[in-house]
T-cell receptor, first 112, second 114 residues
Framework: DQQVKQNSPSLSVQEGRISILNCDYTNSMFDYFLWYKKYPAEGPTFLISISSIKDKNEDGRFTVFLNKSAKHLSLHIVPSQPGDSAVYFCAASAGYGQNFVFGPGTRLSVLP | DAGVTQSPTHLIKTRGQQVTLRCSPKSGHDTVSWYQQALGQGPQFIFQYYEEEERQRGNFPDRFSGHQFPNYSSELNVNALLLGDSALYLC?????????????FGQGTRLTVV
């Protein structure tokens, strides 16, 4: 049973436009969410996080939105740049010190 | 700062053999978690070590075991390798086991079982 879902395996966006990556979760105990970015032959790198007490967190070009009632979060990248091309993983955690459950990832391609 | 380093980067083993993967955490970090990432999937949590003890464990068989040393480095051991163990093994380190603790990942060890 996949507790964290990323239903779009891939996404292509034109440079300068907005990229929207979506993530859905099923476990209502999840209360902390992160996005990681992964380039080929590298480990995932932390991008942005959000706690369940917030519905939005912004860091430069990256904004994460959380809709707890819908169990849905999204990552917005504005404007998208070719260097953003990577696989993006959504991850969730429940409670203090718990391990993270990762989604399967979405491959973003930003076209020049 | 070297960040999280893993060795080896690639490894080929035969079914039934045993393998040991190594991880050195980022400077200042005392907690190490191991993840398995199969092709086309997200990382899956194997276990976490803190203060040289296994603190949490994911849904992996006992063939997967680990160790943490006093210098916080860690090893992942897999016995009786199966073809299905072929994956990228990621080590992540953090400072403490707190929820809001950002984890830093190594580049991973690509294990191929033939």
């Amino acid at each position: 049973d996949q507790q964290v879902k990323q239903n779009s395996p891939s996404l292509s966006v034109q440079e300068g436009r907005i990229s929207i990556l979506n993530c859905d979760y099923t476990n209502s105990m999840f209360d902390y969410f992160l996005w990681y970015k992964k380039y080929p032959a590298e480990g995932p790198t932390f991008l942005i996080s959000i706690s369940s007490i917030k519905d939005k967190n912004e860091d430069g070009r990256f904004t994460v939105f959380l809709n707890k009632s819908a169990k849905h979060l999204s990552l917005h990248i504005v404007p998208s740049q070719p260097g953003d091309s990577a696989v993006y993983f959504c991850a969730a955690s429940a409670g203090y010190g718990q391990n993270f459950v990762f989604g399967p990832g979405t491959r973003l391609s930003v076209l020049p | 700062d070297a960040g999280v380093t893993q060795s080896p980067t690639h490894l080929i083993k035969t079914r039934g053999q045993q393998v040991t993967l190594r991880c050195s955490p980022k400077s200042g970090h005392d907690t190490v978690s191991w993840y398995q990432q199969a092709l086309g999937q997200g990382p899956q949590f194997i276990f976490q070590y803190y203060e040289e003890e296994e603190r949490q464990r994911g849904n992996f068989p006992d063939r997967f075991s680990g160790h943490q040393f006093p210098n916080y480095s860690s090893e992942l051991n897999v016995n009786a390798l199966l073809l299905g163990d072929s994956a990228l093994y990621l080590c992540a380190s953090s400072a403490g086991t707190g929820l809001n603790t950002e984890a830093f990942f190594g580049q991973g060890t690509r294990l191929t079982v033939v």
